[in-house]
């Protein structure tokens, strides 16, 4: 009896001991496994964070995916159409569906800007707005020194949507130097670019044995000449916009005349900054003389001062005329009046002497949209999402193909497909520049003269030009009085 008790005693003494260290072991793997679990809790909620927050923002540029913005976007409706950048609208919105625009669309969109910057109403002012404004270069001076615009240079390092690790500085077809600045800085990246100067027919040419190419400006007078013998319009433009003649006989060929006679420095730094002598400048006295003797020979239509854009236009098409004074866009403009086996040529007036002097175009990027400073942070971040966009491949070949105009990367033409959605005129530009030394100039400058005199000076240059282009007016003497006129500006201004 007292043995087995003793057995009974040891069992229980066995029993309390496994018991306690179950316990025991139970309370550390309890402990061990909450620790665990909770360390595994843990790292779960760091890694759902960092996926929800991942999430929550767009890969490609780290915007978020869950706030929903509206931008007012004014788009200036001409020549090149709508329908590219509706393309463009749309395939944003369908990548970033937190995004939508709120669109106005108008030819006279200069004019309705005009109105919005001078109400100064930042909460009805447009988040994107076309850059083609009252007032051109003068008015967006302004603007940028009053700090309304944002500057739009650190697009250029913006990463391409549509090309793995390119910035759109390392996809730019040569408009990086050329796109305009204002005090250093730029504010519209272009989203397509025009080149202005002599279109024709290159069968009209063919078919007379005519110079598509004429190297130097007496060889370019000697086809002036030999189109006038045959009974034709040697060059056409329209009166109403004389700025139309300065597409092929203003800024670039000034540009031309000057690095020609080795002054290229001294003449920017006069246009750039509006210094003396300018209207009085070599260049601008030689220039004018040439548009001149241009009239005197009869190179321009009579009655020119009543033509509109599409009346000279028309004289190209009818084969009234040989030359029109016009930028690329006029194929897709003129859409619905060319003739059957009409095949588009381009030419620039060359200034120089020798057949390898610089020719120099007037570059006029398209597409480019400021955006306003005062808009909140995040619409400004997606308008310029938004503009880098407009560079992918599919967007530039609707831009090429329904506007008919020039694309802004240099891969464009690497794709036969695209490179054939080219219209006939923009080709002709390219296969001009192809085989002659082209550069290009952009009006922008970096002062503004607000005193009347700068304007008058301007005004009444424009105002001569037909009379000298019609063989009239010696144009010297009233340059000489715009210089005059500009002085006085400047010294005002001062």
């Known amino acids: 009896m007292k043995q087995k008790g003793k057995v009974w005693a040891l069992a229980l003494l066995c029993m309390v001991i496994v018991i306690s260290l179950s316990a025991c072991s139970g309370k550390g793997n309890n402990d061990n496994g909450a620790s665990q679990s909770a360390a595994t809790g843990t790292a779960t909620a760091t890694e759902t964070g960092k996926q929800t927050a991942e999430s929550d923002v767009y890969p490609e540029n780290g915007l978020p995916k869950n706030e929903k913005v509206t931008l007012k976007f004014a788009y200036w409706e001409n020549g090149n159409g709508r329908e590219w950048i509706d393309y463009a609208m749309d395939t944003f919105k369908k990548k970033f569906p937190n995004v939508s625009f709120e669109t106005t669309y108008s030819p006279k969109m200069d004019t309705i800007i005009g109105t919005k910057i001078s109400a100064n109403n930042d909460e009805d002012m447009f988040d994107i707005f076309s850059n083609n404004i009252a007032g051109g270069p003068d008015a967006v001076l302004s603007l940028v020194e009053a700090g309304k615009i944002e500057p739009q240079d650190d697009l250029w390092d913006h990463k391409a949507y549509d090309n793995e690790g390119k910035t759109l500085k390392e996809l730019q077809s040569g408009i990086y130097e050329g796109s305009p600045r204002v005090l250093g800085k730029m504010y519209a990246i272009p989203s397509g670019q025009s080149v202005t100067g002599l279109f024709y027919n290159k069968a009209?040419?063919?078919?007379?044995?005519?110079?598509?190419?004429?190297?130097?400006?007496?060889?370019?007078?000697?086809?002036?000449?030999?189109?006038?013998?045959?009974?034709?319009?040697?060059?056409?433009?329209?009166?109403?916009?004389?700025?139309?003649?300065?597409?092929?006989?203003?800024?670039?060929?000034?540009?031309?005349?000057?690095?020609?006679?080795?002054?290229l420095d001294a003449f920017n730094d006069a246009y750039r900054n509006y210094k003396t002598p300018f209207y009085a400048s070599p260049e601008s006295l030689e220039l004018h003389k040439r548009i001149y003797e241009l009239g005197q020979k009869k190179a321009f239509p009579n009655g020119v001062a009543a033509l509109t854009h599409t009346q000279s236009q028309m004289q190209l098409l009818q084969g009234q005329a040989a030359m029109a004074s016009t930028g690329e866009w006029v194929q897709n403009e003129m859409k619905d009046s060319i003739p059957d086996g009409f095949q588009w040529g381009f030419m620039l007036a060359p200034m120089g002497d020798k057949p390898d002097d610089v020719k120099y175009h007037s570059s006029y990027t398209q597409g480019g949209h400021f955006i306003w400073a005062a808009k909140p942070e995040l619409n400004k971040k997606w308008a310029k999402e938004f503009l880098v966009w407009t560079w992918n491949l599919d967007v530039q070949q609707r831009f090429a193909e329904k506007a008919g105009s020039l694309p802004v990367r240099s891969d464009f033409m690497n794709d036969p497909t695209m490179a054939e959605s080219l219209q006939a005129a923009p080709k002709a530009v390219l296969e001009y520049m192809k085989n002659n030394t082209v550069k290009g100039t952009s009006d922008a400058r970096n002062v503004t003269l607000t005193d009347p005199n700068a304007t008058n000076a301007s005004k009444l240059v424009d105002e001569i030009l037909n009379d000298v282009a019609s063989g009239k007016v010696d144009p010297a003497p009233k340059l000489l009085e715009a210089e005059e006129l500009l002085k006085k500006a400047i010294a005002a201004q001062k």
Do not use: H, M, R
């Not at 007379?208 to 190297?215: A, L």
């Open 204 to 263: 009209l040419f063919e078919k007379n044995g005519w110079n598509q190419n004429p190297k130097t400006w007496s060889e370019f007078t000697a086809l002036v000449d030999t189109i006038k013998a045959s009974g034709l319009i040697p060059i056409t433009y329209p009166g109403k916009y004389p700025i139309y003649l300065k597409f092929s006989f203003g800024l670039g060929a000034e540009y031309a005349l000057a690095e020609i006679n080795g002054n």
